[in-house]
């Protein structure tokens, strides 16, 4: 019994990245290209739309010689093109010999979903004619077919959504810092405005303040005295602990929907004591749990 190729089934390979990398991707219209060029546009890669097959080793050749720019170029390449997509198969066979190691992506689906997703946004097939949609589908999946045999990746999207799309490029091309969740654990003074940003924002001014201890008044909840005298609170050392419990589904849930950034916000009267030392609490728990985060204490210093 031989072992499916993971292209085949649309499995996502591993990440193997080069010191520059120069992605193509084509494939079916309506299988989802721009979906997957905007997955790798949003981790930093410089993107070209429908470009000439044959300028891809000079446009390759420009963003590396270009200071500054991005080592990571991904190209669309389909048969709107024109005479120039037949030279597709032509380019990438150079481009490897001359070990540029330019990875291919073909996007697929089935007829029936791609006729689906054709009439939900009522628009022609690029290849139809004067004919139905389904004959535009079929006639591009018999120009396409040397380049799927080609393709180092091939992803069928017919079961996959537009945010599973992106899940898959980003676990496929990110780095393993771009596919995690990264936290925000923001502390704020509600007199200052609750953050826009916020994702969840909690109220921690039932915690006994700082601000009447006078040898605490003037120091800040990073402090290791404020911060001992804030977690030495019953109730407060309970809703640190309670939190961390509460928030793990929430980020489980936001890393399966394709969610890279959250902000939690935690606020009590001026963003000076209580907020900072349970924002520092928070952000330690999550860090131990192997999340990624950042802290801000957005009004530290303010008063």
Not at 134 to 154: M, Q
Not at 175 to 188: D, K, M, R
Not at 198 to 207: G, K, L, N, Q, Y
Not at 277 to 293: D, F, Q, Y
Request: glycine share 8%; aromatic share 6%.
């Amino acid at each position: 019994m031989s072992t499916p190729d993971p292209a085949e089934t649309g499995a996502a390979q591993p990440a193997v990245h080069e010191p520059d990398e120069l992605v193509i991707i084509t494939g079916l219209a309506g299988a989802g290209r721009e979906t997957a060029a905007h997955a790798l546009e949003d981790l930093g890669w410089y993107v070209v739309f429908n470009i000439a097959p044959q300028l891809i080793p000079t446009l390759y050749e420009l963003q590396q010689q270009t200071e500054g720019s991005a080592a990571r170029l991904a190209v669309v390449v389909d048969p709107r093109s024109g005479p120039f997509f037949s030279e597709l198969s032509d380019v990438v066979t150079r481009m490897r010999a001359a070990e540029l190691r330019p990875r291919l992506v073909f996007l697929t689906a089935s007829e029936d979903t791609l006729v689906r997703r054709f009439d939900s946004v009522r628009r022609p097939h690029p290849l139809q004619g004067d004919e139905g949609v389904l004959e535009g589908i079929r006639r591009e999946r018999e120009v396409l077919a040397p380049y799927r045999r080609l393709a180092d990746v091939i992803i069928d999207t017919s079961e996959l959504n537009v945010h599973q799309l992106t899940m898959k490029m980003r676990t496929t091309f990110g780095t393993p810092s771009e596919q995690a969740l990264t936290v925000n654990v923001l502390s704020f003074g509600f007199k200052y405005g609750i953050p826009i940003e916020a994702d969840h924002v909690s109220d921690v001014r039932f915690i006994p303040n700082p601000y009447w201890v006078p040898e605490l008044r003037d120091k800040r909840g990073i402090d290791e005295d404020v911060a001992a005298f804030v977690l030495s609170d019953a109730n407060g050392r309970e809703f640190a602990e309670k939190y961390l419990e509460m928030i793990r589904p929430v980020l489980r849930g936001y890393s399966a929907e394709n969610k890279h950034f959250t902000t939690l916000a935690i606020g009590c009267t001026g963003g000076k004591h209580r907020s900072v030392a349970i924002s520092e609490k928070i952000a330690e728990g999550l860090r131990a749990a192997g999340h990624s985060v950042r802290v801000r204490h957005r009004d530290l210093g303010r008063e």
